[in-house]
């Protein structure tokens, strides 16, 4: 059973940082690529970033280009978001995903 568990959410001021883990378990992680979504208060969902199975091809939203890092450790099958200069409009619940299948997600909330 694929499992995705999210953490690192927090509360943080405007141009504060955050990174995002997401430990997965289940299947192969090294096998696969791997997405950050988000979820803001009343939105729908919003795709982020992904990254490829060796971590060596990353792909951003225009809203997080140069503000946002995705990386991966495949020996530790782990997902990051590393987040830098966080605005209020990055506010949301955010979420790994593998294919259709996500975490319960954690809440980012930038607010000063």
């Known amino acids: 059973e694929v499992q995705l568990v999210e953490s690192g959410g927090d509360l943080v001021q405007p141009g504060g940082s955050l990174t995002l883990s997401c430990a997965a378990s289940?299947?192969?992680?090294?096998?696969?690529?791997m997405n950050w979504v988000r979820q803001a208060p009343g939105k729908g969902l919003e795709w982020v970033s992904s990254i490829n199975s060796g971590g060596g091809s990353t792909t951003y939203a225009e809203s997080v280009k140069g503000r946002f890092t995705i990386s991966r450790d495949n020996a530790k099958n782990t997902l990051y978001l590393q987040m830098n200069s966080l605005k209020l409009e990055d506010t949301a619940v955010y979420y790994c995903?593998?294919?259709?299948?996500r975490g319960q997600g954690t809440q980012v909330t930038v607010s000063s």
């Open positions: 289940g299947f192969a992680f090294s096998s696969y690529a």
């Open positions: 995903r593998k294919g259709i299948v």
